[in-house]
């Protein structure tokens, strides 16, 4: 909790004055992204993708499902999903992207490990933070929009004859406070968390009865994210995590996020990321991963996985990455 307090302190005095801010600009269009997008054409899209990723499809395949998930065997063996919307192409993108860090971190641990019980991510938190690295990190970034647009292009010409890289990157960038965790965009998602991890330890503190958190949450997504919630089923009944017992896991998400960003700011001191990921390269990006991360599977504490990858955590270089990012997104 401690470690915890000091993270949600940062993001709360950090990232809830910079989503009000950019509430008063004019918003992103991504009009766009909403067209018709055949499911067919998404299908060879996500080929493309789990390519580009560095996915061998000898020991990673791909299938669908209304939830996207990972499950894991071996190092030999991963299977992703994703979920397919005619409606809007960066829903399956995304997803596709997501799955496929965490089939990376899985493909990438060591052969010695394997059918031991160290097979396997160490934590939710550095798990999540391979997902969402190459999801919003690497996925969301303007080099690598720019890199596959033009093959974008290829699979739906109608849809994107009008559209530009930049518009594209602008898009899939749009902060928009919402009601829904998982649609939430990479600016405004920990605010879903940090409403939840609040509301937890009241909860299980004994401060906060069960009958009372339909208003609490309420409250605190309009303090947070500025929206009213108009009913319970796209308030605090929109998980399934506390009806299945899961109290105490959603900060893994976020914790996931902010492990990322720092492991960024080190990749970058290391080594030239930008360069090939402009060129769709990401196999320098994959190798300090593997070896920072990935290789070790369950091997070490996940704190010492983090350190190793990112020396000693320090909330405020998320917040900065944040703060940069879309301060020039809205021209703040």
């Not at 299977?79 to 995304?94: A, H, K, L, P, Q």
């Not at 933070?129 to 996925?139: A, D, M, P, T, V």
């Not at 290391?270 to 390269?281: A, E, F, R, T, Y």
């Amino acid at each position: 909790m401690k470690y915890l307090d000091q993270f949600f302190a940062t993001l709360r005095e950090r990232i809830v004055p910079l989503i009000h801010a950019i509430g008063e600009k004019e918003q992103i269009d991504d009009s766009f992204l909403w067209r018709p997008y055949p499911v067919e054409a998404q299908r060879k899209f996500s080929d493309y993708l789990m390519e580009v990723l560095g996915l061998d499809r000898a020991h990673c395949t791909i299938g669908e499902t209304e939830h996207p998930y990972t499950l894991e065997f071996n190092n030999k063996d991963v299977r992703i999903t994703t979920n397919y919307d005619e409606g809007n192409v960066s829903f399956s993108m995304y997803s596709v992207i997501h799955e496929g860090g965490h089939a990376k971190y899985e493909l990438g641990i060591s052969d010695d490990l394997q059918y031991t019980c160290l097979a396997g991510g160490v934590s939710m938190g550095v798990h999540e933070s391979q997902s969402r690295f190459y999801e919003n990190l690497i996925g969301r970034s303007k080099p690598f929009i720019e890199a596959i647009f033009p093959k974008m292009r290829e699979f739906f010409p109608e849809q994107l004859a009008d559209v530009t890289a930049e518009q594209f990157y602008r898009a899939v960038n749009k902060a928009q406070p919402s009601l829904i965790r998982t649609e939430a965009d990479e600016l405004t998602y920990c605010l879903h968390v940090m409403v939840r991890y609040e509301i937890e330890k009241q909860l299980i503190g004994g401060t906060l009865a069960v009958k009372d958190v339909p208003a609490t949450w309420n409250r605190l997504y309009k303090e947070y994210l500025g929206v009213d919630v108009p009913d319970d089923k796209r308030g605090c009944l929109q998980d399934s995590h506390w009806s299945g017992g899961s109290f105490g896991y959603f900060p893994s998400y976020a914790l996931g996020s902010a492990y990322g960003a720092q492991m960024l700011r080190n990749m970058e001191q290391d080594i030239d990321v930008w360069g090939p990921v402009s060129k769709g390269d990401l196999s320098q990006v994959s190798n300090w991963l593997r070896e920072k991360v990935h290789q070790y599977g369950g091997l070490m504490e996940p704190a010492d996985v983090v350190k190793n990858a990112c020396g000693d955590f320090d909330p405020t270089v998320f917040a900065d990455y944040l703060e940069k990012k879309y301060s020039e997104l809205y021209g703040l």
